[in-house]
């Protein structure tokens, strides 16, 4: 065992385990649909689920939770990577210290206030700050800078007005610096939960500890960080052993702080320059067993949003959004400066998606699904374990489709032509016709619609 992930559990229950037959499988399906989640057992099971048809099954429950407590609504962001210098050296990233393929950059404040425009002008409101490894001390100091100058940007059509970051692991402190920032989630990815891959793919640099980065979420929690992300990068190991040890983690934060993550990221490995190994992954992730992996988290940790980046294809992002994922990012660029450039030969990772912002919310209501920029939970103190008690008893959708449709109302207002205002506000009256069942609710929420027509902005319950 090495710290909380017990190893040795997890390789014995993969050699001898056999899948489930129809019954049990449906007798744990049954059990899901009482949005309560399911124990790591169960999951344990449906991790072996070897059929089509038992994965169809998989992602109708899926579907069936994730529109129980969320809704049909899809949450939008942009990731905005800030500086690419890195001490690391991660065997799958383009960032590594030793990679003389790319060039590297680090953006002054200015240039990040130009990024923010650009993402503002698109009509973004949600930014995930992302940065390597590169500057040691002074690295939560630009970071914190970084925040403020994106927060200080006006536009004439707007603001962004929350920050989620996904920079590296730090002391106690530290992240209690971050918190008075204002951020909303602190994110960082595991990468691999298997000690062994995890020291073969991260050869040096402060990210090589393997101990250090798994105790990452225990001090962010500790420093005070009410929502935190958690993430696996798929295709480094097998993908069950992942997603027990992460199921591990979960109960770990669940057990010491009351609460487990506010979002799961799931990105499967894509290629990235000087990087042989995310070219060809020693253990590929194939399109069914993508669909397993996000329709087992949605199932077994409910109330727990699931990302899905611009990593993956148009296509498999739509199907996505029927498997249980709540947030994808949109018009992405990975690498910095990459909004306000148009060489993109610096990036992290190859995407699967270039859609513009535009076309990607168009999809999405083709879809019925209302786009969401909200940032109303945060900024009420609707976080960590108070959001979970309005989520788990199905109460968070009489707050999620309101701001959903306000942010959502903004955007038709200032940025959508003509053919996407036609079917985004037909979405808009389905939507309350359909969801919002309390007749004061619905009054208020198309009153407000009318307040943004007429000019007013940033309206949440």
């Given at each position: 065992?090495?710290?909380?992930?017990?190893?040795?559990?997890?390789?014995?229950?993969?050699?001898?385990?056999?899948?489930?037959?129809?019954?049990?499988?449906?007798?744990?399906l049954v059990h899901a649909r009482d949005l309560k989640g399911i124990s790591s057992e169960e999951a344990e099971r449906l991790?072996?689920?070897?059929?089509?048809?038992?994965?169809?099954?998989?992602?109708?429950?899926?579907?069936?939770?994730?529109?129980?407590?969320?809704?049909?609504?899809?949450?939008?962001?942009?990731?905005?990577?800030?500086?690419?210098?890195?001490?690391?050296?991660?065997?799958?990233?383009?960032?590594?210290?030793?990679?003389?393929?790319?060039?590297?950059?680090?953006?002054?404040?200015?240039?990040?206030?130009?990024?923010?425009?650009?993402?503002?002008?698109?009509?973004?409101?949600?930014?995930?700050?992302?940065?390597?490894?590169?500057?040691?001390?002074?690295?939560?100091?630009?970071?914190?800078?970084?925040?403020?100058?994106?927060?200080?940007?006006?536009?004439?059509?707007?603001?962004?007005?929350?920050?989620?970051?996904?920079?590296?692991?730090?002391?106690?402190?530290?992240?209690?610096?971050?918190?008075?920032?204002?951020?909303?989630?602190?994110?960082?990815?595991?990468?691999?939960?298997?000690?062994?891959?995890?020291?073969?793919?991260?050869?040096?640099?402060?990210?090589?500890?393997?101990?250090?980065?798994?105790?990452?979420?225990?001090?962010?929690?500790?420093?005070?960080?009410?929502?935190?992300?958690?993430?696996?990068?798929?295709?480094?190991?097998?993908?069950?052993?992942?997603?027990?040890?992460?199921?591990?983690?979960?109960?770990?934060?669940?057990?010491?702080?009351?609460?487990?993550?506010?979002?799961?990221?799931?990105?499967?490995?894509?290629?990235?320059?000087?990087?042989?190994?995310?070219?060809?992954?020693?253990?590929?992730?194939?399109?069914?067993?993508?669909?397993?992996i996000i329709a087992i988290l949605r199932i077994t940790v409910p109330y727990t949003g699931i990302i899905l980046s611009t990593?993956?294809?148009?296509?498999?992002?739509?199907?996505?959004?029927?498997?249980?994922?709540?947030?994808?990012?949109?018009?992405?660029?990975?690498?910095?400066?990459?909004?306000?450039?148009?060489?993109?030969?610096?990036?992290?990772?190859?995407?699967?998606?270039?859609?513009?912002?535009?076309?990607?919310?168009?999809?999405?209501?083709?879809?019925?699904?209302?786009?969401?920029?909200?940032?109303?939970?945060?900024?009420?103190?609707?976080?960590?374990?108070?959001?979970?008690?309005?989520?788990?008893?199905?109460?968070?959708?009489?707050?999620?489709?309101?701001?959903?449709?306000?942010?959502?109302?903004?955007?038709?207002?200032?940025?959508?032509?003509?053919?996407?205002?036609?079917?985004?506000?037909?979405?808009?009256?389905?939507?309350?016709?359909?969801?919002?069942?309390?007749?004061?609710?619905?009054?208020?929420?198309?009153?407000?619609?009318?307040?943004?027509?007429?000019?007013?902005?940033?309206i949440y319950y």
């Amino acid at each position: 065992m090495t710290g909380f992930i017990d190893n040795r559990k997890i390789e014995e229950y993969l050699k001898k385990a056999d899948p489930p037959d129809s019954k049990e499988l449906e007798d744990i399906l049954v059990h899901a649909r009482d949005l309560k989640g399911i124990s790591s057992e169960e999951a344990e099971r449906l991790l072996l689920v070897d059929t089509e048809e038992g994965i169809d099954k998989l992602a109708e429950t899926a579907n069936f939770i994730k529109e129980s407590i969320y809704g049909k609504r899809l949450v939008l962001f942009a990731p905005m990577y800030v500086s690419n210098m890195c001490n690391n050296e991660c065997l799958y990233c383009a960032f590594r210290k030793s990679n003389k393929l790319i060039s590297r950059n680090t953006l002054t404040l200015d240039q990040i206030a130009e990024e923010t425009e650009a993402l503002i002008d698109q009509g973004h409101k949600r930014v995930l700050l992302v940065s390597g490894e590169g500057m040691g001390k002074t690295a939560l100091d630009y970071t914190i800078d970084a925040i403020g100058t994106v927060y200080s940007v006006k536009r004439p059509k707007g603001n962004i007005r929350r920050i989620n970051v996904n920079i590296a692991a730090m002391e106690v402190g530290h992240y209690r610096k971050l918190r008075e920032a204002k951020i909303g989630t602190y994110q960082l990815f595991q990468e691999t939960y298997h000690e062994e891959t995890y020291r073969k793919m991260h050869k040096s640099g402060p990210k090589s500890n393997y101990e250090y980065h798994l105790g990452a979420m225990d001090r962010a929690m500790e420093g005070g960080i009410d929502d935190v992300g958690v993430g696996i990068l798929f295709g480094l190991t097998d993908y069950k052993y992942e997603i027990m040890a992460l199921l591990q983690h979960i109960k770990r934060l669940e057990d010491k702080f009351g609460v487990g993550p506010h979002t799961i990221s799931v990105p499967r490995l894509e290629p990235a320059t000087g990087s042989d190994i995310a070219s060809d992954p020693p253990f590929p992730v194939t399109d069914s067993d993508f669909r397993k992996i996000i329709a087992i988290l949605r199932i077994t940790v409910p109330y727990t949003g699931i990302i899905l980046s611009t990593r993956e294809n148009a296509e498999m992002r739509r199907e996505a959004l029927h498997l249980g994922v709540s947030q994808i990012s949109a018009g992405s660029k990975s690498d910095p400066g990459g909004y306000t450039k148009k060489d993109h030969t610096d990036a992290q990772f190859s995407l699967g998606d270039h859609r513009s912002l535009h076309e990607v919310i168009e999809d999405i209501v083709d879809l019925d699904h209302i786009p969401s920029f909200c940032t109303g939970c945060y900024r009420l103190g609707r976080v960590g374990k108070d959001f979970m008690d309005l989520a788990k008893p199905g109460l968070i959708k009489a707050h999620c489709y309101p701001n959903a449709i306000f942010t959502f109302t903004e955007y038709l207002e200032d940025f959508a032509d003509e053919k996407l205002k036609q079917k985004g506000y037909d979405l808009i009256e389905r939507t309350i016709n359909g969801n919002i069942t309390q007749l004061k609710l619905a009054e208020g929420v198309r009153k407000n619609i009318e307040e943004i027509k007429k000019g007013k902005r940033d309206i949440y319950y």
